[in-house]
């Protein structure tokens, strides 16, 4: 059973906590908020503009798209990882991606609008949301490189070390969809696996 945090519990746990001051958590905390959801749920659906930045309290989640017609699944993240989609909030335009939770889940959400305006107060702020986008970016060029050189199989066994318990969270389809091969191929690098170890 998930506990009821308050945000300023959350905004504790956040990461790169050393640009975040006492005073710029208490501002944080009047535009934020704790969403509860349960698994398999929309917090941000395709075609909407992202205002918010979320962190994973509790559960999972994921960021998907559709291509024609079928779901595929961009990044997962668990406790302590940021979801937001960056081309939209920086743009402000609708996105064509979507956030959901996979398992039943806690999410902080700190309105975007308020961290750019409090970022004139306060230039750790503005350190720690660039440090945040970094990461992101840096995260999501590495994906790009694994799917240029890294086989099916190699990017499943990279897959389960940075997310060990992802086969007890995720559906299959989450999983093959996000290593960019169908389920079939999955459960033949799953059975080649298994009978080698």
Sequence with gaps: MIDRPTIRDFLDQLPYQNYLSNQIKS???????????????????IGSTCKNIYFVFEGSARIFYLRDGTEITEYFARKGDILIRVESLLRNKSTKKGIESISKSVFLEINAASIFTLFEQDKNLEKWFNTLIQDAFIENVQRTE???????????FQLIQVFPDILNIAPLKYIASYLGITQVSLSRIRRRIDRHS
């Excluded at 349960?38 to 659906?45: E, N």
């Design 146 to 156: 694994h799917f240029q050189i890294l086989s099916p199989e190699e990017r499943y």
């Design 27 to 45: 501002q944080l905390e009047l535009h934020s908020k704790v969403i509860f959801l349960p698994g398999k749920t929309q917090l941000q659906p």
